[in-house]
């Protein structure tokens, strides 16, 4: 069984916006917060936003103001809604916990371009 799979990617022009889902196989905020990651070709993983299991959240500052975590417990979802897309933000996005590492999901593609 798969711990992540992430779904709600798409192409988009430069300033749409997508909401992304992860849903887990696992109770979220039992042991640790949750997080989105993304990586574009050619280039590392990158986190990009958490949410602790006190309910504050975090983001890389090239995505704050535009990308917010958000979490349904009773669904086991994770969403990452994102606004005023930029063509730097295309990449293939990823959802984890924050605290410990678990098996990568296949991730969600985010392509942004005119």
């Known amino acids: 069984q798969a711990q992540f799979v992430e779904s709600g990617g798409g192409l988009v022009q430069p300033g749409g916006s997508l909401r992304l889902s992860c849903a887990t196989s696992?109770?979220?905020?039992?042991?640790?917060?949750v997080s989105w990651y993304r990586q574009a070709p050619g280039k590392q993983r990158e986190w990009v936003a958490r949410?602790?299991?006190?309910?504050?959240?975090t983001y890389l500052d090239s995505v704050k103001g535009r990308f917010t975590i958000s979490t349904d417990r009773a669904k086991n979802t994770i969403y990452l809604q994102i606004s005023n897309l930029k063509p730097e933000d295309t990449a293939v996005y990823y959802c984890?916990?924050?605290?410990?590492?678990?098996?990568w999901g296949q991730g969600t593609q985010v392509t942004v371009s005119s």
């Open positions: 696992e109770s979220i905020f039992s042991d640790s917060g």
């Open positions: 949410k602790n299991m006190d309910g504050s959240t």
């Open positions: 984890n916990w924050a605290s410990r590492t678990g098996s």
